[in-house]
């Protein structure tokens, strides 16, 4: 009976481990990742700070929101199909203008987010134009590196930074 619950409680670590991702059972085993940003040069926290997953989706949020209002306002005639297929547009268009210029959209600039180069400087239109294309294809979005940064932004050579 013993034995039985030795294989239990070891099933269970190993689920546990599964569960926690292998960042988790590699921080176990004694690496050290740094803090989010690290190694772009950036501070732990506070303005300049990569921006935290929240926020980014809240002004993910925020913008497709918009673009669908004005979509279904003034371009789809009332029919939600069509509004969905306008905000596709409308959202390129809005990130490509205000990333572009003044590096973050109404979304990120309400939750204090900027786009920046990981250089620190403003994204060049073709970078901007690649970051918003990939991030409507949404799968590069939603695969991350370990400072939490997007397919996406790692092509377009880009990271969210608190302001």
Not at 8 to 29: F, H, K, T, Y
Not at 70 to 79: E, M, P
Not at 119 to 147: C, E, H, I, Q
Request: hydrophobic share 45%; charged share 20%.
């Amino acid at each position: 009976m013993r034995s039985q619950y030795r294989g239990w409680v070891d099933n269970r670590q190993a689920i546990g481990s599964w569960l926690s991702g292998p960042r988790a059972a590699a921080e176990d085993m004694g690496i050290e990742f740094g803090h989010r940003g690290e190694r772009l040069g950036l501070p732990e926290s506070g303005p300049g700070a990569v921006a935290p997953i929240g926020r980014r989706v809240g002004a993910l949020v925020i913008d497709w929101a918009l673009c669908m209002l004005i979509a279904y306002g003034f371009l789809a005639g009332g029919d939600p199909q069509r509004a969905g297929n306008w905000a596709l547009l409308i959202f390129l268009l809005l990130s490509l203008l205000t990333v572009g210029t003044v590096g973050s959209t109404p979304g990120k600039r309400l939750l204090g987010l900027r786009v920046i180069g990981e250089d620190g400087a403003r994204l060049s239109l073709p970078r901007v134009l690649l970051r918003s294309v990939l991030l409507l294809l949404v799968v590069p979005a939603v695969v991350w590196d370990r400072d939490t940064r997007g397919l996406h932004d790692r092509l377009a050579r880009a990271v969210q930074v608190r302001i």
